[in-house]
């Protein structure tokens, strides 16, 4: 066996030696046709880096995975398909396999003209990011921090728990508090990682005012989890108006914030290649 595995090996180095040359020819040729087509296939390498993202996160996770997990698979298939101006777009956890399919074939069958001008897109303005990503998660980040509101987990605390024992509240509230971290904090560190994955993509002026409203989103989160847990350990409820001012102060002004900067990102889609 020994024999037949050192005969294995010379025949390997011979075959590689005889290809070396070719290969090495070939090499400045592939070279220059990779830099020819980076623009047009820039498109399709962010698609397919999303797609490993997917596929690494469902492996890891056992076919599942968190809030964190489903924002950063969302937003990055998100990007590419406004980029190439596709409604493939991820709405739920139940979108990402039909979507991403869909998406798929959308940049296969793109012309190699709308190819160059969506990787332009993609690459040098700050549109994609901003609409299909960052947007999106401030606007849905203020459904779920503005209180009072359906999608807003203290509210909800307060209206399931009136006149319940104290066992009972503490135990809720901790349900609630990991609800918050998993969801409302997760998004608010996907909104900080996007602009930090990207960041030459928006100008200066735009990123402070995203990292402004993340600021005055988490500062009224925090203190809706500390209200939370005042009212589960004290049951005092005529201490809330002042709490509820104070988070209500920090949410309005990620709010107005945001209103500023969606006319300011729409006016500059007027601007070819604005970053």
Same mark, same amino acid.
């Given at each position: 066996? &020994?024999?037949?595995?050192?005969?294995?090996?010379?025949?390997?180095?011979?075959? #590689?030696?005889?290809?070396?040359?070719?290969?090495?020819?070939?090499?400045?040729?592939?070279?220059? @046709? /990779?830099? !020819?087509?980076?623009? +047009?296939?820039?498109?399709?390498?962010?698609?397919?880096?999303?797609?490993?993202?997917?596929?690494?996160?469902?492996? =890891?996770?056992?076919?599942?995975?968190?809030?964190? +997990?489903?924002?950063?698979? @969302? +937003?990055?298939?998100?990007?590419?398909?406004?980029?190439?101006?596709?409604?493939? #777009?991820?709405?739920?956890?139940?979108?990402?396999?039909?979507?991403? !399919?869909?998406?798929?074939? +959308?940049?296969?069958?793109?012309?190699? !003209?709308?190819?160059?001008?969506?990787?332009?897109?993609?690459?040098?303005?700050?549109?994609?990011?901003?609409?299909?990503?960052? *947007?999106?998660?401030?606007? =849905?980040? #203020? /459904?779920?921090? @503005?209180?009072?509101?359906?999608? &807003?987990?203290?509210?909800?605390?307060? *209206?399931?728990? =009136?006149?319940?024992?104290?066992?009972?509240?503490?135990?809720?509230?901790?349900?609630?508090?990991?609800?918050?971290?998993?969801?409302?904090?997760?998004?608010?560190?996907?909104?900080?990682?996007?602009?930090?994955?990207?960041?030459?993509?928006?100008?200066?002026?735009?990123?402070?005012?995203?990292?402004?409203?993340?600021?005055?989103? @988490? $500062?009224?989160?925090?203190?809706? #989890?500390?209200?939370?847990? &005042?009212?589960?350990?004290?049951?005092?409820? /005529?201490?809330?108006?002042?709490?509820?001012?104070?988070?209500?102060?920090?949410? &309005?002004?990620?709010?107005?914030?945001? /209103?500023?900067?969606? =006319?300011?990102?729409? $006016?500059?889609?007027?601007?070819?290649?604005?970053?």
């Amino acid at each position: 066996m &020994n024999r037949h595995f050192t005969i294995i090996i010379l025949i390997s180095l011979l075959l #590689v030696g005889c290809s070396h040359n070719q290969k090495t020819a070939s090499a400045n040729d592939d070279s220059i @046709r /990779e830099t !020819e087509n980076e623009q +047009d296939h820039s498109l399709l390498s962010a698609y397919s880096a999303a797609m490993e993202t997917y596929k690494t996160t469902i492996k =890891e996770q056992d076919a599942s995975f968190s809030y964190a +997990d489903y924002y950063t698979i @969302r +937003d990055s298939f998100n990007i590419v398909a406004y980029a190439a101006e596709s409604d493939a #777009v991820i709405q739920s956890p139940d979108d990402i396999i039909p979507m991403t !399919e869909m998406l798929r074939k +959308d940049l296969e069958a793109m012309t190699e !003209e709308d190819t160059k001008a969506a990787s332009q897109s993609l690459h040098t303005t700050g549109q994609p990011l901003y609409q299909a990503a960052i *947007s999106r998660n401030l606007h =849905e980040l #203020v /459904e779920k921090v @503005r209180f009072p509101s359906e999608k &807003n987990k203290l509210q909800s605390f307060l *209206s399931n728990n =009136e006149n319940q024992s104290s066992k009972h509240m503490l135990t809720q509230s901790d349900i609630t508090i990991s609800s918050i971290k998993e969801d409302e904090y997760a998004q608010l560190h996907q909104v900080e990682k996007l602009l930090a994955t990207y960041p030459n993509h928006l100008t200066k002026s735009d990123t402070n005012s995203i990292l402004f409203i993340t600021k005055k989103l @988490r $500062a009224s989160l925090d203190m809706q #989890v500390n209200t939370l847990i &005042n009212y589960a350990t004290t049951n005092t409820p /005529e201490s809330m108006d002042k709490k509820i001012n104070t988070f209500v102060g920090d949410f &309005n002004k990620a709010e107005l914030k945001l /209103e500023e900067l969606d =006319e300011i990102m729409e $006016a500059e889609k007027k601007i070819p290649n604005s970053i």
